[in-house]
């Protein structure tokens, strides 16, 4: 399984137009190879580098598998959690200072997760420990001119 973006490549920076200095809409993803005994997809975007430690950006579940594209500016459909903004739905890099590497991460799953919306990073990740069939990741790059 892969997740590529077409805006940028793995470990390059991120185009502005997708952070919290322009647009701040998701950017174009591609996932690649969903494993055929999959049920579900689940999608995480955070950023290790926080001052605070882990900053959550992005969490969905429940990502049909026939999707393959997830398009720029539209959330996917599935069901969404709450970031650390505080509401559900993407939101941009924004690093107060330095570079600081985002973390797409998919999963595909043997089911579907019965947890409600808005629930959190940490209740997905311990929803979908015993399901996951395989994992793929792409690191974009931000710092804020």
């Not at 470990?11 to 952070?19: A, H, L, V």
């Not at 595909?108 to 996951?132: Q, V």
Request: charge should be negative; proline fraction near 8%.
């Amino acid at each position: 399984m892969r997740i590529v973006c077409p805006k940028f490549k793995h470990n390059e920076m991120i185009p502005s137009k997708y952070t919290c200095d322009s647009e701040d809409i998701n950017p174009s993803l591609e996932i690649e190879d969903i494993p055929k005994n999959a049920k579900s997809v689940a999608l995480i975007m955070d950023d290790p580098d926080a001052p605070r430690g882990t900053w959550v950006h992005w969490v969905v579940w429940n990502i049909p598998i026939h999707t393959k594209n997830i398009e720029e500016g539209i959330e996917p459909e599935g069901t969404q959690g709450t970031t650390d903004f505080g509401r559900k739905g993407y939101g941009g890099p924004c690093p107060p200072s330095g570079t600081h590497r985002y973390f797409f991460k998919v999963y595909a799953l043997d089911k579907e997760l019965e947890l409600k919306e808005g629930s959190t990073k940490m209740d997905l990740e311990r929803s979908m420990k015993a399901h996951i069939i395989e994992k793929a990741e792409l690191i974009g790059l931000y710092k804020r001119l």
